[in-house]
Structures are given as structure tokens and as C-alpha cells.
T-cell receptor, first 113, second 113 residues
Framework: KAGVTQTPRYLIKTRGQQVTLSCSPI?????VSWYQQTPGQGLQFLFEYFSETQRNKGNFPGRFSGRQFSNSRSEMNVSTLELGDSALYLC????????????FGQGTRLTVV | DQQVKQNSPSLSVQEGRISILNCDYTNSMFDYFLWYKKYPAEGPTFLISISSIKDKNEDGRFTVFLNKSAKHLSLHIVPSQPGDSAVYFCAASRDNYGQNFVFGPGTRLSVLP
């Protein structure tokens, strides 16, 4: 069974640009969450999607947005990139919202220059 | 304001001995706690979890203890193996029907042969 797949693995963008990251959950998993990992702040929750609807949102500005498609694949978008957005972005999936354990992908390393 | 704290950034243990990783939390609404292990260049991997209705959960070499009154949990690894060397994250959730986890900053465990 394939794990959580995130693309691309690495990305370099310029300040002010926008970026879209993709996450394909484990087959059959319907819940997808996104986290930002930075050395200073650790792992911080961005948002959770289930059945194409955002169910939870962390404390991030509106420049961070996401969506989920009918096949459970999810994308997150960051607009007007800032240097501080440089981080590892991790996606996690689980079978349902009532399932506590989440399975993480390898992440997308975003560097903003 | 960190709601989940792991006050030891690093820990070194001899192979075969016990590793004890500690985690403190401030939010008494948290009712699910998890430990994740992360190797470099990989996403976090779920290790073990505990619900607030329990004070201990065991899975092979891994045992998690929860002290609700002290808002403290610990992960015991016995016996420690070199392959256990990784960063360990404690995570908490106050919504056991969702994936909105609050992560601690992590503790880097080194198991010395």
C-alpha cells in the first residue's frame, strides 16, 4: 500500500510569488491535514480537510489556504510568499476524523529567497 | 505560548538501557496524546498513543505513561536500540474527532552502541 505522497519534494520561490503544494493520501483515507515545520516553531497545524470541507484551521494568516478534491487529494496554497514561509510542509492522512493516528508524508521543503 | 513542551532538546542513552522522554502540557482540555518518531528526510511516524482515560499504554518496547494531575507524560523505551536514534515528538489533541494536533518541539534521542 503506497504511503502519503507529497509533491514536489523541494521548491525554491521568490518573495511575493505564490506556491501550490500537493498531497495524495493513502488510498482509502479521507482525512488530510497540513503542518508547517520550522526550526524555531516546530510542527504547527495549518488545516484539516475531510470530505472536501475544511474542518479545522490553525493560527495562520489568510495567505495560507487549501482545498480537498473528491478523490481526497489535497492542495495547499501560499500566496505572496515571505522569507519566513521557508519551512518543511508536511501532509498527514488518516482513514477518518475519528481515527487518532495520522500517517505523514515526507514533506515538501520550501525555500523562499 | 507553548502548550506542549519537551524540555530536553536531546538525550543520549547506552544501547540496552532505558530511554525516558518527557513531555508536559498546559491545556487541561487535551484528551489524546501521541508520540511520533522522525528520522532525517522522512515524515514523522506514529509510535504510540494514550487516551486521558488511561494512565499507561504499552506496545512492545514502548510504554507511555500519563499523569493527568501533573499534566505530564513520558515515553519509556526498553531496551533502547541504535535504530531508535531519532527525534521524538509528543503531540496532544483536545478533539479526539479530528487531526488538529499540537506538537512539542521534539527531543533528539541518540542511542550509543
Amino acid at each position: 500500500k503506497a504511503g502519503v505522497t507529497q509533491t514536489p519534494r523541494y521548491l525554491i520561490k521568490t518573495r511575493g510569488q505564490q506556491v501550490t503544494l500537493s498531497c495524495s493520501p493513502i488510498s482509502g483515507h479521507r482525512s488530510v491535514s497540513w503542518y508547517q515545520q520550522t526550526p524555531g516553531q516546530g510542527l504547527q497545524f495549518l488545516f484539516e480537510y475531510f470530505s472536501e470541507t475544511q474542518r479545522n484551521k490553525g493560527n495562520f494568516p489568510g495567505r495560507f489556504s487549501g482545498r480537498q478534491f473528491s478523490n481526497s487529494r489535497s492542495e495547499m496554497n501560499v500566496s505572496t510568499l515571505e522569507l519566513g514561509d521557508s519551512a518543511l510542509y508536511l501532509c498527514a492522512s488518516s482513514p477518518s476524523r475519528g481515527f487518532t493516528e495520522a500517517f505523514f508524508g515526507q514533506g515538501t521543503r520550501l525555500t523562499v529567497v | 505560548d507553548q502548550q506542549v513542551k519537551q524540555n530536553s532538546p536531546s538525550l543520549s542513552v547506552q544501547e540496552g538501557r532505558i530511554s525516558i522522554l518527557n513531555c508536559d502540557y498546559t491545556n487541561s482540555m487535551f484528551d489524546y496524546f501521541l508520540w511520533y518518531k522522525k528520522y532525517p528526510a522522512e515524515g514523522p511516524t506514529f509510535l504510540i498513543s494514550i487516551s486521558s482515560i488511561k494512565d499507561k499504554n504499552e506496545d512492545g518496547r514502548f510504554t507511555v505513561f500519563l499523569n493527568k494531575s501533573a499534566k505530564h507524560l513520558s515515553l519509556h523505551i526498553v531496551p533502547s536500540q541504535p535504530g531508535d536514534s531519532a527525534v521524538y515528538f509528543c503531540a496532544a489533541s483536545r478533539d479526539n474527532y479530528g487531526q488538529n494536533f499540537v506538537f512539542g518541539p521534539g527531543t533528539r534521542l541518540s542511542v550509543l552502541p
